[in-house]
């Protein structure tokens, strides 16, 4: 079977993304492409967070968090209202929250995870509710990684 992937039209891995999917910009999620999902998944989760927050806000900052998402989805569109389950991110809101780095260039993961399994949880649920809920879930994952600066 081909490799789970992740990828946007938008930017490649590794590359800039766009100043307008910013969080003082237009604040919406860029496109996304889920392809080769693994036939026996029945859902999909996806977190973005930023590691490189780590120093100026002394943790990984959470930007996006979603669970229950249909796993023949195929595209993420630009500024997606989705049919699944948001969770809060660090900037206190539920749904995307773009990159808004404090202090230079930042890395931004964007880590999509395929399920054997739909999750129960709150929309009041944090990332570390949702891996752990997702533990012994996982049948496949990938990550995309963006760049932002300020």
């Known amino acids: 079977m081909a490799e789970f992937t992740l990828t946007s039209p938008e930017f490649r891995d590794d590359d800039p993304i766009p100043r307008k999917y910013g969080y003082e910009e237009r604040n919406v999620n860029p496109p996304l492409r889920v392809e080769n999902v693994p036939e026996e998944a029945e859902s999909l989760a996806l977190i973005v967070d930023d590691p490189d927050a780590e120093e100026p806000a002394g943790k990984v900052w959470d930007h ?82 963006g760049t932002y600066a300020p």
Do not use: C
């Open 64 to 145: 996006w968090l979603v669970w229950n998402v249909d796993p023949g989805i195929g595209r993420i569109p630009e500024a997606w209202e989705p049919d699944a389950l948001e969770g809060r991110n660090d900037f206190g809101e539920a749904g995307y929250g773009g990159p808004n780095p404090p202090d230079g260039e930042h890395t931004y993961e964007f880590t999509i995870y395929a399920l054997d399994a739909e999750l129960e949880l709150p929309s009041s649920a944090t990332k570390e509710d949702l891996i752990e809920t997702m533990a012994g879930h996982v049948l496949a994952q990938s990550q995309l990684t």
